[in-house]
């Protein structure tokens, strides 16, 4: 068994699950989870009225938005701005960034440009443009010939027919 998250739909079937009066082994092995992932799941998320998985979903998003990895200081958020305005790239500023501890990445620059684009912001200008340049007539656009190609299936392919398993 490899490692996997617990989706919303897991959380579903796990309460289902239990309603049915099914062990945590059983419930673990019927979903192909570790023991081990569903006895914490039960720990972290069972209240006095039960295992709730709308509930237990909405407790897992806010730990996982509020985690140390997601979370930037704002002394990353002001140097990353000030470098923007000096037309650097967000991979030259998550490099130094790094070089000065300030824990900082290049998609995470990318992803705060496009939000504050989205709030009206205008740090995208500062974002460099790489458009490509052409040159006309040199290279003719050729087009490739359009193949299609029918095939009936009158059973499903093998793979469907069988089970999977963890």
Request: charge should be positive; aromatic fraction near 10%; charged fraction near 25%.
């Amino acid at each position: 068994m490899s490692y996997q998250q617990l989706t919303e739909g897991k959380r579903y079937q796990i309460s289902a699950l239990l309603a049915e009066g099914y062990s945590k082994a059983s419930i673990a092995r019927a979903l192909c989870f570790h023991p081990a992932t569903i006895g914490r799941e039960l720990m972290r998320n069972s209240t006095e009225k039960g295992y709730l998985p709308e509930q237990a979903q909405q407790i897992a998003v806010d730990r996982k938005k509020s985690a140390a990895k997601y979370t930037v200081s704002q002394d990353a958020v002001m140097f990353t701005e000030l470098m923007l305005e000096h037309q650097w790239s967000p991979e030259q500023i998550s490099y130094i960034a790094n070089k000065i501890d300030i824990s900082v990445s290049h998609e995470w620059i990318y992803q705060y440009v496009a939000q504050d684009k989205a709030n009206g912001g205008t740090l995208y200008t500062h974002l460099r443009q790489g458009h490509k340049k052409y040159r006309k007539g040199k290279y003719k656009k050729r087009r490739s010939p359009i193949v299609r190609l029918t095939v009936r299936l009158t059973e499903p392919p093998i793979a469907i027919n069988q089970a999977t398993h963890c």
